[in-house]
Nanobody, 123 residues
Framework: VQLQASGGGLVQPGGSLRLSCSVSGFLLDRPAVGWFRQAPGKEREGVSCLSTWNDITHYSDSVKGRFTISRDGANGSVNLQMNDLKPEDTAVYSC?????????????????WGQGTQVTVSS
C-alpha cells in the first residue's frame, strides 16, 4: 500500500482547503485511512480516520464540526475537507493506513505512511 498526501497550501483564517490522499495498492489488509498532523515542536496527532469497509469515521475534538473526511469511489482517494481553518491548524498533514479506524487514532498503530503536505493558516 502506498499513500501520498496533496492539497496543502497557505490560507487565511476562516478559509478552506481540501486535502487528498491518493492510495495505490490493495487496501484489504489495511482498510482504514487516517489523517494526522504535526505542528512544529509538537507530537504527531490524529485528526480523522475512515474505514473503507463500512465508512465509519472519527474526528479529533479539535476539528469536529469543521473537517470532513470522505472517500472518492472513482479513484479510491480519501479526502479531508477543512473549513473554518484556524492558525492552530497549521501543520504538516499526512495520511496513513491501518486495520481499524477508531477514535483513539494511535500513531504507532498505523503501518503505512505517505509523505505529508504543509498547511499554513495565517493572515
Amino acid at each position: 500500500v502506498q499513500l501520498q498526501a496533496s492539497g496543502g497550501g497557505l490560507v487565511q483564517p476562516g478559509g478552506s482547503l481540501r486535502l487528498s490522499c491518493s492510495v495505490s495498492g490493495f487496501l484489504l489488509d489495511r482498510p482504514a485511512v487516517g489523517w494526522f498532523r504535526q505542528a512544529p515542536g509538537k507530537e504527531r496527532e490524529g485528526v480523522s480516520c475512515l474505514s473503507t469497509w463500512n465508512d465509519i469515521t472519527h474526528y479529533s475534538d479539535s476539528v469536529k464540526g469543521r473537517f470532513t473526511i470522505s472517500r472518492d469511489g472513482a479513484n479510491g482517494s480519501v479526502n479531508l475537507q477543512m473549513n473554518d481553518l484556524k492558525p492552530e491548524d497549521t501543520a504538516v498533514y499526512s495520511c496513513a493506513a491501518d486495520l481499524f479506524c477508531n477514535a483513539r487514532m494511535v500513531v504507532s498503530e498505523y503501518d503505512y505512511w505517505g509523505q505529508g503536505t504543509q498547511v499554513t493558516v495565517s493572515s
